[in-house]
C-alpha cells in the first residue's frame, strides 16, 4: 500500500465515523445533563435508558446559590443537550447556561411556558418554581419531551418512541393524581386556615393552585437577604393571626425560621414547626420523595397535618 493509499483509507475511515448515525440501541447514547432534581426525574422516567441521564444539582441542592465545580463545567460541555429551569433560578451559573444554549445546546424548561401562566414579582421578575403548578409543570415537560424527539429523529427506534410516550404517560398520570389528591385534602382545611410560611418564596404557584396564601421569609430567591425587620414582621403577623404552623425548607438553613418559633414563644404563643418541605429539590429515595410527585405528596401530606383542625 502506497502514501496515497494510506491516506484515502484514512479519510474514508473519518468520513464514515463522521457520518456515523448515533443511535439509542447502541454504545454512542445521547448525552442529556438535567440541572434541577425536577428536571431529572421528568427525563429519567421518560426517557429511561434510551438516553445517558445526568443530573448536576442532588437532593438538599439550593439552585439559587448552586455553583457548578470544575468537573460539573466539564459534564456541562461535554454533553449533547443541557436541560435547565430557566427564570435565572440557577442565578450563579445562569450566565454559562445562556452561552451555552448560542450552541443550541442548552434548553430552558420554562422558555415553552406562556409569559401568561407565569407569576410576576413587582410586575417584571418572573418567579422561577413553576413546578408547583402541576398542569403547567406537565405541559412544560411535555414540550421538552417532544424538543428532544424532533432534534434526535433519527436517533430513537420506533419501539423505543413507543416506550417513551407510555413513559410519559404514566410519569403525567402520577403527577395528575397528586395534584387531585391536593385538591381533595386541602378542601378539608378552611380557607382562613389557608396560610403557608416558609423560609422563602418558593410556593407561590402552589398558593395560587390551591387557595393559600404564601408568605415567605426571604423573597423569591435565597441569595436575597432577610433583616431583623422581617423576622419581626412574621413574628407580629402570625401571633395576630393565630396561625397555628411555619414550616423549614429541605434546601435552606433552618435558623430563620428556629428564629421565629423562638420569637412567637417570647410573645405567648406557641407556633408549631409544620415539618420539613421539598421546595428547590426533591427528597431522598429511601423514602420515596426522590420524584416530583413524591416530594410534592409530601409536602401535601405534612401542609395538610400541620393547618388541619385539631
Ligand atoms: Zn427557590
Redesign the pocket.
Known amino acids: 500500500m502506497n502514501r496515497t493509499h494510506i491516506v484515502l483509507v484514512f479519510l474514508c475511515c473519518l468520513l464514515m465515523h463522521g457520518c456515523k448515525t448515533r443511535s439509542a440501541t447502541e454504545g454512542n447514547k445521547i448525552n442529556v445533563v438535567c440541572t434541577t432534581t425536577m428536571i431529572y426525574d421528568a427525563i429519567q422516567q421518560i426517557f429511561d435508558t434510551t438516553l445517558n441521564v445526568y443530573a448536576l444539582m442532588k437532593p438538599g441542592t439550593d ?2 446559590t448552586y455553583k457548578a465545580s470544575a468537573g460539573e463545567v466539564k459534564l456541562l460541555k461535554a454533553s449533547d443537550v443541557i436541560l435547565y429551569n430557566g427564570l435565572n ?1 440557577e442565578g450563579k451559573i445562569a450566565q454559562t447556561l445562556e452561552n451555552l444554549k448560542k450552541t443550541n445546546k442548552s434548553i430552558a424548561v420554562t422558555d415553552f411556558l406562556n409569559q401568561d401562566d407565569l407569576i410576576f414579582i413587582d410586575e417584571k421578575i418572573p418567579d ?2 413553576v413546578w408547583f403548578d402541576i398542569p403547567l409543570w406537565q405541559m412544560a415537560i411535555q414540550s421538552v419531551v417532544l424538543e428532544i424527539v424532533s432534534r434526535y429523529k433519527n436517533y430513537f427506534s420506533v419501539e423505543q418512541l413507543d416506550y417513551i410516550s407510555k413513559n410519559e404517560e404514566n410519569y403525567l398520570v402520577e403527577l395528575t393524581e397528586a395534584h387531585l389528591e391536593a385538591i381533595r385534602m386541602f378542601e378539608m382545611i378552611p380557607q382562613e386556615k389557608r396560610i403557608l410560611i416558609t423560609a ?3 410556593f407561590n404557584y402552589f398558593g395560587k393552585a390551591y387557595n393559600f396564601q404564601v408568605l415567605g421569609l426571604q423573597g ?3 441569595a436575597s437577604e432577610h433583616g431583623l425587620k422581617d423576622i419581626i414582621d412574621m413574628i407580629n403577623l402570625i401571633v395576630e393571626n393565630r396561625i397555628p404552623a411555619i414550616f423549614i425548607e429541605s434546601t435552606i438553613q433552618e435558623k430563620s425560621v428556629k428564629a421565629v418559633i423562638e420569637g412567637c414563644k417570647s410573645k405567648g404563643y406557641s407556633l408549631k414547626l409544620g415539618g420539613v418541605l421539598y ?2 429539590a426533591t427528597g431522598p429515595k429511601h423514602l420515596g420523595h426522590h420524584t416530583l410527585a413524591g416530594a410534592f405528596r409530601h409536602n401535601v401530606h405534612q401542609i395538610y397535618n400541620a393547618l388541619k383542625d385539631e
Open positions: 439552585p439559587h433560578l422561577p418554581h422563602h418564596d418558593a423569591i430567591s435565597t421546595s428547590d
